[in-house]
């Protein structure tokens, strides 16, 4: 049914993305599917913002959040090869469901907290996931 999986991850809720993590790795075995994972490094927003860091700043996150994604992927999903680790940059919905279109992915897993006061007035990355993305996504918590 699910032929590829992408896992959407947040580096920096490790211990959050622990239980979504087992989640697609279950599905994956069970489905025989190629399990992928994806984490989005958020950009600045606008230029003015992304005007007050370093020239060089933008390319350190990103490459920390790649050395990150692998030590997590290690300890978490050791059996994911590293050609399926994705580490991007950008509006994080927006970025997952992109690479979930380059991928192929049959299906979304995502991770969602308790709703806070700042989602109700921004909202959610997985509630924006879910409402955009053209394949199945399946939200756990």
């Known amino acids: 049914m699910f032929r590829t999986i992408l896992l959407s991850v947040d580096l920096n809720d490790p211990k959050g993305s622990e239980k979504p993590a087992r989640a697609a790795q279950e599905l994956a075995a069970l ?3 190629e ?4 984490n989005v490094v958020p950009d600045y927003g606008m230029a003015m913002v992304g005007s007050f860091f370093g020239a060089g700043q933008a390319a350190r996150a990103l490459e920390e959040s ?3 994604m ?6 978490s999903l050791p059996e994911v090869p590293e050609d399926r680790l994705h580490v991007v940059k950008g509006t994080v919905y927006d970025r997952i469901l992109s ?3 380059r991928i192929g992915a049959d299906v979304i897993v ?4 308790r709703p806070e006061l700042e989602d109700y007035l921004v909202g959610p990355n997985s509630a ?3 409402r955009h ?5 399946i939200v756990i918590r």
């Open 70 to 75: 692998h030590r997590w992927a290690a300890r």
């Open 110 to 113: 995502v991770g969602a907290h």
């Open 66 to 68: 790649k050395a990150a």
């Open 31 to 33: 489905m025989g599917s």
């Open 99 to 101: 690479v979930s279109e």
């Open 128 to 130: 924006r996931v879910v």
């Open 35 to 38: 399990l992928h994972v994806v």
């Open 133 to 137: 993305a053209n394949q199945s996504v």
